[in-house]
């Protein structure tokens, strides 16, 4: 598996590392919109949730999706919908907090190994280098080292910082992974399904 190239835009930090761990497979037509690990002033990036973002639909297979992946979800606890019609699905990851909290640090090497496997088969072949990369970064110091310098005679030095930093893949942007919308007055909960 190799990298080619460098992300240069911000990508969701927590859609490529948290999302997988719902255990929902690629290929659905139903996908989120975004994933946010923060609300404006419901949650907190502390409070371990993860909102998903999704298209609400009427037909059937978003219907079937929503009851056993979404609703139906071990980690799900609120449904809010926005006023737009958009609905944010809220899953608690308090039973993940080491990993939750080592994600907010940018510490993606130090993922427990049953979420590194959930990451890793969700996006199965493709992208599989990046993140590798990302989840094992000492496999990949030397070739970013190389990437990330003009002149070869800078890669010692370049491979030292990245070997220092130990990670390869930016800490997430609490301002791009928080969800900033206005809100109807319907709530669904855990509870109340």
């Not at 598996?1 to 240069?8: A, E, G, H, Q, T």
């Not at 969701?12 to 690990?37: D, E, W």
């Not at 139906?72 to 699905?89: A, Q, R, S, V, W």
Request: glycine share 4%; aromatic share 14%.
């Amino acid at each position: 598996m190799s990298v080619r190239s460098l992300y240069k835009d911000y990508v969701q930090k927590s859609r490529i590392f948290l999302y997988p761990a719902l255990n929902i497979k690629r290929g659905h037509s139903v996908t989120p919109i975004q994933t946010y690990t923060s609300f404006q002033n419901t949650y907190k990036p502390e409070d371990c949730k993860l909102i998903c973002m999704y298209h609400m639909r009427t037909d059937d297979e978003f219907r079937s999706f929503e009851k056993v992946k979404l609703l139906g979800n071990e980690y799900f606890e609120n449904f809010i919908m926005t006023d737009d019609d958009k609905g944010l699905y809220v899953f608690d990851y308090t039973k993940l907090k080491k990993d939750w909290l080592y994600f907010l640090q940018g510490k993606y090497s130090k993922l427990s190994a049953d979420l590194k496997k959930k990451i890793r088969a969700f996006y199965g072949t493709n992208n599989l280098g990046y993140i590798d990369s990302f989840l094992y970064p000492e496999r990949y110091f030397n070739m970013y080292a190389e990437m990330l310098t003009c002149n070869r005679e800078d890669v010692p030095r370049m491979l030292e910082l990245l070997k220092e930093v130990g990670e390869l893949c930016s800490i997430p942007d609490a301002e791009q992974e928080n969800l900033i919308a206005n809100i109807k007055n319907l709530h669904i909960t855990r509870k109340s399904i």
